[in-house]
């Protein structure tokens, strides 16, 4: 699913209800917070070179971040690199992983 | 590839928040504003939840503008995760967050992470925050990140292949592109 596309859709699609829903929603989204952090994955999805970060979903620290059931002690992964090592990309990579699951 | 990720994973949904700390708005990137917007992808999907706007609707009639206060977000986020199957957090760029903002930036990640277990941090930064990102996550998992050159190899022969004037481009000039360009990324 695009999220993009999907900030927010009204479930209820009528006629008397329609707009003021959408707006509301709109709204409220937009009042929670005024960053909209969609534009950047947007480009870095587009200029994505296939393979090219997939090493770290094989790494046995990140499965094992990723698979761990509850608790503190490995809820955070730091990719820690200096710029242009690909960090930007692994964190779409990451991203990518839930997102394509989600469906 | 996906699916060996985790035994489960097929079966498991995911919701993923995700945030740029990019230095041009930096000014924007208070925590208040990084931790409304992870609520705002969490609850994206569906209907604004009846807490939302309730709380909204609470403002409004007081008439204040402003978005909601950190620690009424923290609560909000409490409760949307809670009500999510699994939830992950993406921070990228870490350095690139005002140094001012890092700490208390941390520390509500931090306070996520303790009130909500299930959810999963993950954050990138240069390597000088390290000791930031340990200072509140002793135990967190650590990945140097250096440019693979056979990727960067492969990259730019894919863009070289690209090139709208072929015609200009001679093997000299191709090699003499691709030395530098891996020259550059060793140092990285």
Redesign the interface.
């Known amino acids: 699913?695009d999220?993009v596309n999907?900030?927010?859709?009204?479930?209820i699609w009528d006629r008397n209800n329609t707009f003021n829903k959408f707006n509301?929603?709109a709204?409220?989204?937009r009042?929670?917070?005024?960053?909209?952090?969609y534009n950047?994955?947007q480009t870095v999805r587009a200029d994505r070179?296939d393979?090219?970060g997939?090493?770290?979903?094989?790494?046995r620290?990140?499965?094992?971040?990723?698979?761990?059931e509850?608790?503190?002690?490995?809820?955070?992964?730091?990719?820690?690199?200096?710029?242009?090592?690909?960090?930007?990309y692994?964190?779409y990579v990451?991203?990518f992983?839930?997102?394509?699951?989600?469906h | 590839m996906i699916d060996s990720l985790c035994d489960r994973a097929g079966k498991e949904n995911i919701v993923v928040a995700g945030i740029y700390c990019d230095f041009l708005s930096e000014q924007e990137q208070t925590t208040t504003n990084i931790m409304g917007s992870i609520l705002k992808q969490l609850i994206g999907r569906w209907e604004i939840p009846y807490y939302l706007r309730n709380a909204f609707h609470k403002a409004e009639m007081e008439l204040d503008s402003r978005g909601p206060p950190l620690v009424d977000l923290m609560e909000m986020l409490k409760t949307a995760i809670a009500s999510l199957p699994r939830v992950f957090i993406c921070l990228d760029a870490l350095d690139e967050c005002l140094p001012t903002h890092l700490p208390r930036l941390l520390d509500s990640l931090r306070v996520i992470v303790r009130d909500s277990p299930k959810t999963r941090v993950f954050l990138t930064g240069r390597p000088h925050v390290r000791e930031n990102v340990q200072r509140y996550f002793p135990k967190a998992v650590v990945i140097p990140i250096s440019p693979n050159t056979d990727h960067i190899r492969d990259y730019v022969e894919m863009r070289l292949d690209r090139d709208p004037e072929p015609e200009a481009m001679s093997e000299d000039l191709r090699a003499g592109i691709m030395k530098v360009i891996l020259e550059k990324a060793s140092e990285l």
């Open positions: 699913m999220l999907s900030q927010f859709r009204p479930i509301e929603g709204q409220i989204l009042w929670l917070s005024p960053l909209e952090p950047r994955h070179f393979g090219g997939d090493w770290l979903l094989e790494m620290e990140f499965r094992e971040w990723r698979c761990s509850g608790g503190t002690d490995k809820a955070v992964l730091f990719c820690s690199g200096n710029p242009g090592a690909g960090k930007t692994l964190r990451a991203g992983f839930g997102r394509s699951e989600y």
